[in-house]
Nanobody
């Protein structure tokens, strides 16, 4: 079992930046960020492997978002730059024992409660 707690959400104007954090109760997991808008399916944003040397990004965030992790602090990060109104969503941290190809919610067993990100135009 692993507990995940996100922080760092908030409101920002388009073009701005936000940084999200996710504190994990244990180490060495495949970790990822997802986001969800009411009425829509949860979508993958970015994923990082245990060693931090393999990352995956959704096309919609490539070049703007950066996922990273600190295994000593058991913390996952998401740096979001050049934010757009369409990035507005609840952002969730997720973890699993290993990484699979792609980025699908069903591949992750552990989830945080989410943190809201709102980008205004």
């Amino acid at each position: 079992q692993v507990q995940l707690v996100e922080s760092g959400g908030g409101s920002v104007q388009a073009g701005g930046s936000l940084s999200l954090s996710c504190a994990a109760s244990r180490d060495a997991y495949c970790m990822a960020w997802f986001r969800q808008v009411p009425g829509k399916e949860r979508e993958g944003v970015a994923r990082i492997n245990t060693g931090g040397d393999n990352t995956y990004y959704a096309d919609s965030v490539k070049g703007r978002f950066t996922i990273s992790r600190d295994n000593i602090k058991n913390t996952l990060y998401l740096q979001m730059n050049s934010l757009k109104p369409e990035d507005t969503a609840m952002y969730y941290c997720a973890a699993h024992w290993f990484c699979k190809a792609g980025l699908f919610p069903g591949d992750f067993a552990y989830w945080g409660q989410g943190t809201q990100v709102t980008v205004s135009s």
